[in-house]
């Protein structure tokens, strides 16, 4: 006794599916791809910076700005000082409280050296807390 399961047509339907194996392969080319050039288009400079956890701080009152003009003066506030002074103009402007946080800003134009000179003469008259101040880029 046999038993046929088919219809018994012997013509074959076309599939109307799209073979995704070539697909797939391609996609996983250019990822590769990708991953090996994406490392090698950026410009990095290994630099290890310090992580910071401060939170703002509020601004005092009356802060004491300490300014390196372009043709590398000094002033204090609005009065121009010679660098000799700086040590006993700062004590004046912030009455002698060397925890008092002072201000500094430069021209676009200063040297990086020139403004650690001005720094380096802060800390050796005692002034240990000096902020940069800055522009803020709009987005």
Do not use: C, W
Request: net charge negative; glycine share 6%.
């Amino acid at each position: 006794m046999s038993v046929r399961l088919d219809r018994g047509e012997d013509t074959l339907d076309e599939l109307h599916e799209i073979n995704v194996t070539p697909f797939i392969d391609v996609i996983l080319v250019l990822l590769i791809i990708f991953m090996v050039a994406a490392p090698l288009a950026t410009v990095d400079i290994a630099v290890n910076l310090p992580a910071s956890t401060a939170e703002p701080q509020p601004r005092p009152e009356k802060p004491v700005f300490l300014t390196v003009k372009p043709d590398l003066t000094l002033a204090l506030g609005e009065t121009t000082i010679p660098r000799g002074v700086l040590d006993s103009a700062a004590a004046a402007a912030t009455k002698g409280d060397k925890d008092a946080r002072i201000f500094l800003r430069a021209d676009k134009s200063v040297p990086y050296g020139e403004m650690m000179d001005v720094m380096n003469l802060m800390r050796k008259a005692g002034f240990l807390k000096i902020a940069l101040v800055g522009l803020e880029k709009p987005n």
